[in-house]
């Protein structure tokens, strides 16, 4: 199946941890992106990727790295979780930039405790 | 500012009666406007887009509008159906900064 893949779609974890979210398209898209979404619904970007270059860095705390090690992959990794951190991270792909829409993964769940 | 406001927030409509969801933006340089639906527990979906030198747009049972003078877009979903129920969100393009930026989201109800 194409699509946007998340890995995982829940993650339960104490304050202080660091985690890891990963994300992996197979659309052939040279854009990948990063948003959150709060108890709210409310989406909000985070960072975006062109072929493996960081082109949009949003005010994110210093906690939060993106990686991508190839223009089909985009990790993020979270040092020293907060409760605040607790929302549903979405991964989405496109093509060309954001002038044809996002395809997004189906969400991880994070929950800080 | 980036800024795209969404109203309703919620909107509760009987089968088969029309659902309107209304949007401004505040960049005049936007010219991509995409809309998406998110079922529970899933991603946002995108359902349709319209872009800035079209007026309207429809695709079966939805439609969008445009009214890039005052800055308006609107989501018309006719002869709703129990699957419909979902939180749609607008969009537009930023287009100096290459990103999308999200309305708040309607959360639509169908009652049967």
Redesign the interface.
């Known amino acids: 199946d194409t699509a946007?893949s998340q890995t995982p779609k829940y993650l339960v974890t104490q304050m202080g941890n660091d985690k890891s979210i990963k994300c992996e398209q197979n659309l052939g898209h040279d854009t990948m992106?990063w948003y959150k979404q709060d108890s709210?619904?409310?989406?909000?970007?985070m960072f975006?990727y062109n072929n493996k270059e960081l082109?949009?860095n949003e005010t994110v705390p210093n906690r939060f790295s993106p990686k991508s090690p190839d223009k089909a992959h985009l990790n993020l990794h979270i040092n020293s979780l907060e409760l605040g951190d607790s929302a549903v991270y979405?991964c989405?792909s496109s093509h060309g930039?954001?002038?044809y829409?996002?395809?997004?993964?189906?969400?991880t769940r994070l929950t800080v405790v | 500012g980036e800024n795209v406001e969404q109203h309703p927030s919620t909107l509760s409509v009987q089968e088969g009666d029309s659902a309107v969801i209304k949007c401004t933006y505040s960049d005049s340089a936007s010219n991509y406007f995409p809309w998406y639906k998110q079922e529970l527990g899933k991603g946002p979906q995108l359902i349709i887009d319209i872009r800035s030198n079209v007026g309207e747009k429809k695709d079966q049972r939805i439609a969008v509008t445009l009214n890039k003078t005052a800055k308006h877009f609107s989501l018309h979903i006719t002869e709703t159906q129990p699957e419909d129920s979902a939180v749609y969100f607008c969009a537009a393009l930023y287009s100096s900064a290459s990103k999308i930026i999200f309305g708040s989201g309607t959360r639509l109800s169908i009652r049967p």
């Open positions: 946007v992106y709210k619904k409310f989406l909000k970007i975006s082109i949009i979405f989405a930039g954001a002038n829409g996002y395809t997004f993964g189906s969400g």
